[in-house]
């Protein structure tokens, strides 16, 4: 008998630039109070320190291709958070395998790289010099970052009296001053008012026509469900749904009702 071949796999394999493998990411926490950092070292020495195994992500398998806008939804402490530290190399997963096939920005969640006792400015080029850019790279995109951020008037303000949105606004100004290959945004876009989550849309918008991979994790399933091609539900650290984002929209809304 002839084989037929599956006509699904004569179309073009979309190439994957994130690939997970069965990763689970284990936090170790004291199952008893100890009061004081001398009796915790004493116990640690003495092998006195009991741990509770807690998996944060279980067994998750999950392929993102190149140039896709990719969302993550799930209630708070479902592990979103820790997958995408694993996924920006800030963790390392307890077991499994992530590979990643190109440049990563590091992540960028609230407040990530900056200094509360430096001013705006400063932290600009902190930053700038964290995602790998040299002081002349970050002058040449100084001026246009403030603008985008709106911030000229408090940029030599400590950033400590910033408020969260402000933050939000000069971290996205900064992170995507330059177009990363890979840009991972953890809930970062709720936090400003609704002109800036505009204008940090279409900025992401801009850097998908141009190729850029952007994995967005958010509790604002309307701004996913307008940004993002799929997205994946997590719950208690397991994946629940991967496919669409509308179709993982509504099994999540579905699931919490
Ligand atoms: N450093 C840590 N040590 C121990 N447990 C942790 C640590 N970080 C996170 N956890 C636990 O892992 C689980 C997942 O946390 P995570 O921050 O990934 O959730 P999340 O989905 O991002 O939630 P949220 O929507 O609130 O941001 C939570 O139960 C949390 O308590
Ligand atoms: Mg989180």
């Known amino acids: 008998m002839p084989i037929v071949s599956n006509p699904s796999s004569q179309n073009e394999t979309p190439a994957p630039i994130i690939n997970l493998e069965n990763v689970s990411v284990r936090y170790r926490l004291p199952s008893e109070r100890i009061g004081t950092l001398k009796e915790y070292t004493i116990r640690l020495l003495q092998r006195r320190v009991r741990h509770r195994d807690f998996w944060a992500v279980h067994d ?7 140039g896709e806008v990719f969302g993550i939804v799930g209630d708070n402490g479902a592990g979103k958070s820790t997958l995408l530290k694993v996924i920006s190399k800030v963790l390392r ?16 969640e609230l407040g990530a790289g900056f200094h509360p006792e430096l001013s705006g400015r400063e932290n600009v080029f902190l930053n700038g010099a964290l995602l790998g850019y040299s002081h002349e790279e970050m002058t040449a995109v100084f001026d246009e970052v403030v603008d985008f951020s709106e911030l000229s008037e408090f940029i030599d303000a400590p950033i ?64 996913i469900s307008e940004m993002c091609d799929r997205a994946a539900w997590l719950d208690h650290g397991k ?17 919490f009702q």
């Open 60 to 66: 998750l398998s999950l392929s993102i291709n190149r």
């Open 93 to 108: 997963p307890t077991t499994g395998r992530v590979r990643i096939y190109g440049k990563i920005a590091p992540l960028l």
């Open 160 to 223: 400590r009296t910033y408020s969260s949105g402000m933050y939000a606004r000069l971290g996205f100004a900064v992170a995507t001053a330059h177009q990363p290959e890979i840009l991972i945004v953890d809930e970062i876009l709720s936090v400003g008012d609704e002109a800036f989550q505009r204008k940090c849309t279409d900025r992401i918008t801009g850097f998908r026509e141009n190729g850029a991979t952007v994995l967005m994790v958010s509790h604002n399933l309307g701004l």
């Open 239 to 255: 994946l629940m749904k991967i496919g669409t984002a509308e179709e993982v929209i509504e099994m999540y809304r579905e699931g």
